[in-house]
Nanobody
């Protein structure tokens, strides 16, 4: 099973940008569909963006469409989430996750905190 470690979170002012990274271990990273999720206090976990194994297909939640961009570099075993035009409602713990063969997201990182100040 792939193991995932997120990085890149932090404190940013409203209107700012951050880029999250998710480094994966294992030689089969390129076979996984990858997703970014977030969970704010008292709220359910939200799927933000997904990317297919070769990066050819991406999908976004309406709440981040046009502001966030998911990408991946299979040579580096890394998936990214570029986040622009951040607002305080984006404050949450952000997680990456891996889905092998459509079986569901069963590998998760530990999460990285993103805090957006007004």
């Amino acid at each position: 099973q792939v193991q995932l470690v997120e990085s890149g979170g932090g404190l940013v002012q409203a209107g700012g940008s951050l880029r999250l990274s998710c480094a994966a271990s294992g030689r089969t990273f390129s076979r996984y569909t990858m997703g970014w999720f977030r969970q704010a206090p008292g709220k359910e976990r939200e799927l933000l963006a997904t990317i297919s194994w070769n990066g050819g297909a991406t999908d976004y939640a309406g709440s981040v469409q046009g502001r966030f961009t998911i990408s991946r570099d299979n040579a580096k075993n890394t998936v990214y989430l570029q986040m622009n035009s951040l607002n305080p409602e984006d404050t949450a713990v952000y997680y990456c996750a891996a889905d092998y063969g459509g079986r569901g997201y069963d590998a998760w990182g530990q999460g990285t905190q993103v805090t957006v100040s007004s």
